[in-house]
Nanobody
Framework: QVQLVESGGGLVQAGGSLTLSCVAS????????MGWFRQAPGTEREFVAA????????AYADSVKGRFTISRDNAKNTVYLQMNSLEPEDTAVYTC??????????????WGQGTQVTVSS
């Protein structure tokens, strides 16, 4: 079992930046792929970014490519999502996820509770 706890959400003006963190605990000695997802009110959860176990391979949704960067520090069991040039359309609950995988994953087994990001215009 892996437990995930996100932090770093908040209110920011359009054009601003935020960095989200997700700390993993529990069975963290294995190799896990990590991802970030988001869900705005009245919409389905959507993929944002994903990273393989050693941080050398990443994938991004087209809507965030060039603005968001996913990274990880395995010594701290933490994955980050650096979000720049934020837009009101980025407003959502952001959730991190993990799965036992060496490569970038599309499906995940473990989920955090989420952190709210609100971008004002």
């Amino acid at each position: 079992q892996v437990q995930l706890v996100e932090s770093g959400g908040g209110l920011v003006q359009a054009g601003g930046s935020l960095t989200l963190s997700c700390v993993a605990s529990g069975r963290t000695s294995s190799k896990y792929a990590m991802g970030w997802f988001r869900q705005a009110p009245g919409t389905e959860r959507e993929f944002v970014a994903a990273l393989n176990w050693n941080g050398r391979s990443a994938a991004y949704a087209d809507s965030v490519k060039g603005r968001f960067t996913i990274s990880r520090d395995n010594a701290k069991n933490t994955v980050y999502l650096q979000m720049n040039s934020l837009e009101p359309e980025d407003t959502a609950v952001y959730t991190c996820a993990a799965t036992l995988s060496i490569g970038v994953a599309l499906e995940y087994d473990y989920w955090g509770q989420g952190t709210q990001v609100t971008v004002s215009s």
